[in-house]
């Protein structure tokens, strides 16, 4: 009897190991979590699979992955690139300690870490290395700003031009000033002055670059103070039921203002904040300003005993002669709005990010004192926040272009130039496509269980949702062109725009005291570590420390 009961038992044992994992290891994943299926061919369901076995095998499909390169099949190949990333690691001992004569601060707003990682394969290789990703050193910012996790180009703006976090939504002011409060706008005891100041305190030149408008929140860090970012003129204040005779816009501060109006060098689009309403610009777009003033013309006459010029296009721009000294003030506002997107240009309008900040050195670097240039890739930002990661990528490309042709035409020796962003966004990249698999195509190593394809590049909110998202199932994406320019890549929020995000941005460093900016730390230290390398502004300083 027990002979029996043993044996029935060892039969209901061995029935519980034939539904083990195990058996079933050629149907299904043994580690979801970390899926290996797709390094082979499908397995075929059969008849008798579960639902659940089909979505695993249809969730895999065939793929063979191909490294671009036969040399990367070889330990040697590794081995060597290992040996020349260590050799350039073993030369930042060689610590740079002099006075930064010229700072160069590029901004690329918006420019998450995932956004550097996709621009890379963009390019058409995800071992492509952007200009400023070989400088030297690199560090990590913290941008939440005083009550904000997720920060705007605003609030970051007083950060890391003015060295102190305010609120969103206000530009250099502390963050005892509200968003929208006038009256403490005009208090100037809220006011903080950005590097811009210090350095023409110091007797230096000063100029910005944007592919914004002039008046949009990160160049206005350089020279307003403003309790709102959208006051770039006289009616938005009005709007607000307030007085720009005692909350002054965005642009008469540029124009008027103190630091403002000694800018030897002021680029970027927004022509609509600086003309009346009366008035059309070049390309028949009437202005903003319902005061009837014509700044342009103030900018002008400012000038008027100075050799200045101003310039609306392309064309005009490069004819104005600034390499040899004939030009000591440059206005060139080259759009009624925001400057278009690179890829949407017209050539002969539109001067590139490149050009604009080579004739903006032209015209500082004759200043024996040195300059601080601040340049702005602006509409990576905008490209994330339409989820059109085609034009994020696209201005990144154009602005590594710039800070590559800045650093080849300054020395090392006197000229620290600084690139970082202002914040995140909400783009990832997910799956495991093959290598040099489109960055703006579907995944090729992996299926959702819907048995649909899924994009490497996805947004956690946006306009995407909608156009990604059908009642009863997901788009195709097979069936769309995901290259097109105003394709909206898929969000998991419907949101009309996509936000920012919050984490931590890259701090690229090349030149004097460039490795102050190695580590993680406050967004907020960085204009003071520029002001550090410069010899300028009121805290410690390079020169100070060594008379001490």
Not at 303 to 315: K, L, P, T
Not at 372 to 378: A, D, N, Q, R, T
Not at 446 to 473: C, F, H, K, M, W
Request: glycine share 8%; aromatic share 8%; net charge negative.
């Amino acid at each position: 009897m027990l002979y029996r009961l043993l044996c029935v038992y060892l039969a209901l044992v061995g029935g519980l190991v034939s539904t083990s994992p195990l058996h079933h290891e050629a149907e299904e994943e043994y580690d979801p979590m970390h899926p290996q299926r797709f390094l082979f061919a499908d397995l075929t369901p059969t008849a008798s699979t579960d639902q659940r076995t089909k979505r695993s095998s249809a969730s895999m499909p065939k793929l063979r992955f191909e490294p671009p390169s036969p040399n990367e099949q070889h330990a040697q190949y590794w081995n060597n690139v290992a040996q020349d990333i260590l050799d350039r690691q073993l030369h930042k001992n060689r610590l740079n300690r002099k006075v930064a004569k010229n700072v160069i601060m590029f901004l690329g707003d918006g420019l998450s870490i995932p956004t550097l990682a996709a621009t890379r394969v963009y390019l058409g290789d995800e071992s492509t290395e952007l200009s400023f990703e070989r400088f030297p050193y690199v560090g990590l910012s913290k941008t939440y700003c005083a009550n904000v996790q997720v920060a705007d180009s605003a609030c970051t703006a007083t950060a890391y031009l003015a060295g102190v976090k305010a609120n969103y939504g206000t530009i250099g002011l502390t963050a005892a000033a509200a968003l929208g409060d006038c009256q403490a706008q005009n208090d100037t005891s809220n006011h903080v002055h950005s590097i811009a100041k210090w350095a023409q305190d110091a007797g230096l030149s000063t100029g910005f670059v944007t592919t914004t408008e002039v008046t949009n929140a990160s160049p206005a860090g350089m020279y307003a103070h403003t309790a709102n970012r959208n006051w770039e003129y006289n009616g938005a204040i009005e709007k607000d039921g307030f007085d720009p005779a005692v909350c002054q816009d965005i642009a008469s501060q540029l124009i008027h203002g103190e630091v403002g109006k000694h800018m030897r060098v002021i680029m970027g689009g927004g022509r609509r904040e600086f003309l009346p309403t009366h008035e059309t610009d070049i390309d028949g777009i009437r202005g903003r300003r319902t005061d009837g003033e014509d700044l342009i013309k103030h900018w002008q006459h400012h000038h008027s005993h100075h050799r200045s010029a101003y310039v609306q296009n392309r064309v005009q721009l490069l004819e104005t002669n600034t390499a040899h000294g004939e030009t000591d003030y440059l206005l060139g506002l080259f759009s009624s709005k925001h400057l278009p997107y690179h890829l949407d240009a017209d050539e002969q309008q539109i001067p590139t990010l490149t050009e604009m900040v080579s004739t903006a050195m032209d015209i500082l670097e004759r200043n024996d004192n040195g300059y601080f240039l601040f340049v702005e890739g602006g509409r990576i930002d905008h490209g994330h926040h339409y989820t059109q990661p085609i034009r994020a990528f696209d201005e990144t490309v154009e602005f590594a272009k710039a800070i590559e042709m800045a650093r080849s035409r300054t020395s090392q020796d006197n000229t620290l130039i600084v690139v970082t962003a202002d914040h995140s966004h909400t783009m990832t990249m997910s799956g495991y496509s093959s290598r040099k698999n489109d960055i703006l195509g579907v995944n090729n190593g992996q299926r959702a269980d819907d048995e649909l394809p899924y994009a490497t590049i996805s947004y956690a909110n946006g306009p995407g949702y909608d156009r990604n998202v059908q009642r009863e199932a997901r788009l195709d994406l097979n069936r769309v062109d995901m290259r097109d320019k105003s394709f909206a890549f898929p969000s998991t929020v419907p949101l009309g725009l996509e936000t920012h995000g919050g984490d931590d941005v890259a701090v690229f460093a090349s030149g004097p005291w460039a490795h102050l900016f190695s580590g993680t730390y406050e967004q907020h230290f960085i204009p003071h570590a520029m002001a550090y390398a410069g010899c300028i502004g009121p805290g410690r300083t390079a020169c100070t420390e060594q008379q001490s």
